[in-house]
């Protein structure tokens, strides 16, 4: 039985790459690991990040998790969704209704996998490093426990 993803980082997966297509408009990573002690995820782009720019992703993605938004879903047609999303990461099985991730109105997408009810319950992100290789950005990242998790 394949192990499902932490909830935690696999909605702060989906609130970086949101901050990712808005910041430079990248698209959402084509690959990532999601686990709970460390994840990271994989971006077409043409740089390597600056000190700068990565102090300026963390803070933006630990906005939206501050913000404690709901994290709620909804179902369309797969002939929907696939005029609305980039459904290529879907598998095939998934063939009638599709389940829309909505981070409020920050993110949705299509995604299968369990997620936080709200983003307060995410914890503080933090970047641990990037690399960048002939057009590929690799961004890792942790999470420190949440503010719930620390009382």
Known sequence: MKRQPDLRMHSAEHILNQTMVRMYDCGRCFTAHIDRKKSKCDYHFDHALTDEEISDIQSRVNRVIDADMPVTESF???DTAEKSYNTEKLPNAVKK???IVHISDY??????GKHVSH???IGVFRI???SYTDGQLRIRFKLAPSSADRK
């Open 76 to 78: 369309v047609s797969r």
């Open 97 to 99: 209704d599709i389940r």
């Open 107 to 112: 993110d949705a997408c299509p995604c299968i």
């Open 119 to 121: 983003t307060g319950e």
């Open 128 to 130: 641990t490093t990037t």
